[in-house]
Nanobody, 119 residues
Framework: QVQLVESGGGLVQAGGSLRLSCAVSGRTLSSYVMGWFRQAPGKERDLVAAIVWSDIGTYYADSVKGRFTISKHNAKNTVYLQMNSLKPDDTAVYYC????????????WGQGTQVTVSS
């Protein structure tokens, strides 16, 4: 069974930075896509960034392009989301998730980590 554990959330002022980590255990995800989602109160859960575990391909939502960077450390089985120039609109619970490369739906989810950006 795959387990995803997020860490690194917290409270930061607008313009600040945070780095989220997602530690993966249970199996090798070489044929998976890793994604970071976020959900603000009263809003839908949206995909923020994604990376192909076995490749260098990445995806970013327009709202975070140029500010967020997704990366991975294969040896540590960890995916990161570096968030710079944070805005109050970035406030949300951030979730790490994994899906098979051949499928559209995400199979595995972490418990989420709160990011709060104050103005």
């Amino acid at each position: 069974q795959v387990q995803l554990v997020e860490s690194g959330g917290g409270l930061v002022q607008a313009g600040g930075s945070l780095r989220l980590s997602c530690a993966v255990s249970g199996r090798t995800l070489s044929s998976y896509v890793m994604g970071w989602f976020r959900q603000a109160p009263g809003k839908e859960r949206d995909l923020v960034a994604a990376i192909v575990w076995s490749d260098i391909g990445t995806y970013y939502a327009d709202s975070v392009k140029g500010r967020f960077t997704i990366s991975k450390h294969n040896a540590k089985n960890t995916v990161y989301l570096q968030m710079n120039s944070l805005k109050p609109d970035d406030t949300a619970v951030y979730y790490c998730a994994a899906r098979r490369l051949s499928l559209a739906g995400y199979d595995y989810w972490g418990q989420g980590t709160q990011v709060t950006v104050s103005s």
